[in-house]
């Protein structure tokens, strides 16, 4: 390309053909064309043909000789007019710079005017904002509003509870009239017609307060980003901002509230070294509790302490995790019974749940075409082994759960190895853990949420040791392929756990890992 627009050219095709009578007499035709020609060339074969009144059986001798003047003389006027650009390119009559201009400004039109317009989202914006004030003294008010909002969405939940109750209660009696008086005041199809008209009511009650559970939802969510953003505007504008001249104190503390402590937990703790080579120091805790006390919040406090450390990791590398044993169908995890709090930073856990089941139904499905009658009729589209995960801002102590599909009828038995699926789900859990910044996580221990009767001494020490080892090396395996590096594995086992088990799965971990120590040096008499 030069600073010059390139000129076409005109080019004339000529067409001769006999007479019908007379061969020896020839009709010519000359038809200027414009070369480079951007048209149909059979398309200029119609127009010649209809204007110069050619017989139509020369179409097809004229449409091949005409497609090979267009081509032969294309090619020949962009050899001419490459052989001149040389020259004036080695005569140093060429502008390169124009030339480098010219085409940049064409590419920045062509980008601006056909690329997707990407910049930065609204919830990007809005996780920068929430970062940059929960490591400000605006902290504590930040967590007491968030505290207000759970706790008005709370008492509605209570509302609704006692509301729905109480129709429970009113239903149940007027349906014991009813059946009382069978047989002699009432009949079965007068019983059936009512059980209906209750079922109806509870659909009806239970949808109405679903729809104001939402809306508040909403409207706390929207006014809870408005209200940060509008903070941290005036922080930014001044650096001394703190909760008592910020614009948050129209949230004030409220102390009248005790601070409620925790309730006492068995726990032992231990720093461990894994490698052999170059050692990784980690630790590695023992608890008895019930996993959904890790994926609770704790509003008792007014919302001060319970939850400032999952506030300042929540956008950081040092995110927590917790395992948690579901089953096949997402709807139906435990974490889904639970009374929720409005979700202020990521989409609520019923819509993550629902999103869960589109995305996973077709590979499932695919997964599973060859499985067994008897396997499909069990529903679900997912097995044992799998591994789903929902993210929270509103838990007492993780940011990611980790939801493992198991098989509660084999996982009764202590003879499972270090292939079962729930072990291999275990693997891809801590794995990926490593890969997006997952640096503290606990997981079920034995593989159950609560103590029952098959649940043995010797049963409890076998399955702790088949887990303990099996993790150890999978923490090796996802270290050593780069990521995040598992700072803090804690083993939870249920809270109805014995003394004696307790001590001994205590005494295991020692065994399973290398336990860090005091250097004891004795003195040398001189």
Request: proline content about 5%; charged content about 25%; some cysteine.
């Amino acid at each position: 390309m030069t600073t010059e627009n390139s000129q076409n050219v005109t080019k004339t095709f000529k067409f001769s053909f006999p007479t019908c009578t007379n061969e020896g007499i020839l009709y010519k035709l000359e038809v200027p064309v414009e070369i480079p020609y951007d048209g149909s060339t059979r398309e200029l074969v119609q127009r010649v043909l209809k204007m110069f009144h050619i017989p139509v059986y020369l179409e097809d001798d004229l449409n091949e000789k005409l497609a090979n003047f267009v081509s032969e003389e294309t090619k020949n006027y962009h050899n001419e007019r490459d052989a001149k650009l040389l020259d004036q390119l080695k005569n140093s009559e060429i502008n390169v710079d124009g030339v480098v201009k010219n085409w940049e400004k064409l590419f920045k039109e062509n980008v601006v005017e056909f690329a997707e317009q990407k910049g930065t989202s609204d919830e990007e914006v809005f996780a920068a904002a929430y970062h940059k004030l929960v490591h400000s003294p605006a902290l504590e008010t930040i967590l007491q509003v968030e505290s207000s909002y759970a706790k008005t969405l709370l008492n509605m939940l209570k509302s609704r509870d006692q509301d729905i109750k109480k129709l429970t209660q009113v239903q149940t009696e007027e349906m014991e009239e009813k059946v009382r008086l069978l047989n002699t005041f009432t009949t079965e199809e007068e019983i059936n017609t009512l059980a209906a008209e209750h079922f109806e009511q509870q659909s009806l009650a239970a949808g109405r307060w679903d729809s104001q559970l939402d809306a508040l939802r909403h409207t706390q969510r929207a006014a809870h980003r408005t209200w940060l953003m509008a903070a941290l505007k005036e922080y930014q504008t001044d650096e001394k901002v703190t909760p008592s001249n910020s614009p948050l104190c129209s949230f004030p503390p409220d102390s009248t509230l005790p601070l409620q402590p925790a309730p006492p937990r068995l726990e032992e703790s231990f720093t461990i070294h894994l490698g052999s080579q170059l050692k990784q120091t980690h630790n590695i805790r023992l608890v008895a509790v019930d996993m959904m006390e890790l994926c609770s919040a704790n509003y008792s406090d007014n919302g001060s302490w319970s939850r400032v450390q999952p506030a300042l990791a929540l956008y950081s590398s040092e995110l927590s995790g917790v395992v948690l044993l579901s089953d096949t169908s997402p709807t139906r995890s435990p974490l889904a019974k639970t009374a929720r709090t409005t979700e202020h930073h990521f989409p609520d856990l019923d819509q993550q749940l629902r999103e869960i089941v589109q995305r996973v139904k077709e590979p499932a499905e695919k997964r599973n075409a060859a499985r067994s009658e008897s396997a499909r009729k069990r529903g679900g589209v997912l097995r044992a082994g799998d591994v789903y995960v929902t993210r929270h801002s509103d838990l007492a102590e993780a940011h990611v759960v980790f939801h493992l599909v198991v098989d509660d009828d084999s996982l009764k038995s202590g003879d499972i190895t270090s292939r079962h699926p729930a072990i291999l789900g275990l693997r891809n859990i801590l794995k990926a853990a490593c890969c997006n910044d997952v640096t503290s996580m606990a997981l079920p221990l034995l593989l159950r949420h609560e103590m029952t009767e098959e649940m043995t001494a010797a049963w409890c020490l076998r399955r702790a040791e088949l887990v303990l080892k099996c993790v150890k090396g999978f923490v090796l395996e996802a270290s050593g392929s780069g990521g995040s590096e598992l700072k803090t594995l804690t083993a939870v086992v249920p809270p109805g756990i014995s003394g004696g088990v307790w001590n001994a799965l205590a005494g295991l971990l020692p065994q399973v890992f290398r336990v860090a120590g005091p250097l004891r040096a004795s003195k040398v008499a001189k």
